[in-house]
């Protein structure tokens, strides 16, 4: 069984996926670790099967989608840290997709309307493309470690490992503007000023962070 550090190593953004319905024990699967991370958020992230109209907008074509028939919507009640949360969780079941031999990709805006259901107060934050892709994606471009962090050359293991995995992380038009940093055994994580979808951003990169560090070896600040 693929590890969440292997799926962050080897998952890309996918956009072109082959007309392959998920199989009922893996919607499954998807499903429960899904609810198990609306506890754990508070939120209510939503997975939608064979659906193909969020991805048949012009706005979809325009972000080259193809055979887009499954996504995950991510909502909750409304709040300050609703898109941070979104982006931590959300990144967690993107991650239990990839070791389930599926692809996904982050959507901020080329999409049509989902079919998501939302209550009261509920807002829709994000979406994720999911499905089995054409091709496994391809790795990006990426700043260096000193550039998103004050880690130094005798800093402890678990926090090299933290800001190598959360420079793997997706961020939107791959603007990695985070930074971490590092004081005894606490560590502080920062969204950038500028840019799009910030703090879902941030809230990627920690979950990355964590997972690359081991939460056993540091509290956040």
Known sequence: MTTFMEAIQSRHSVRQYLDKPIPEEIRKELDAYAE????????????????????????????????????????????????????????????????????????????GKSQAALGPDEKEVIIIALGYGKTQGTQRKSKTASQVSNVHAEDPEWFKNGIAAALLAPTAVNQQKFRFERNQQKVTAKAGWIGTCLKIDLGIVKCHFEIGAGKENFIWG
């Open 36 to 111: 198990e991370l609306n506890r754990q958020g508070n939120l209510h992230m939503q997975i939608l099967y064979d659906e193909p109209q969020c991805f048949s907008s012009r706005m979809a074509h325009y972000g080259r989608f193809e055979n887009c028939s499954n996504y995950i919507v991510m909502a909750g009640k409304k709040a300050a840290d609703l898109e941070e949360r979104s982006g931590f969780f959300g990144e967690m079941l993107v991650l239990k997709a990839q070791t389930l031999g599926l692809n996904t990709c982050w959507v901020a805006l080329t999409h």
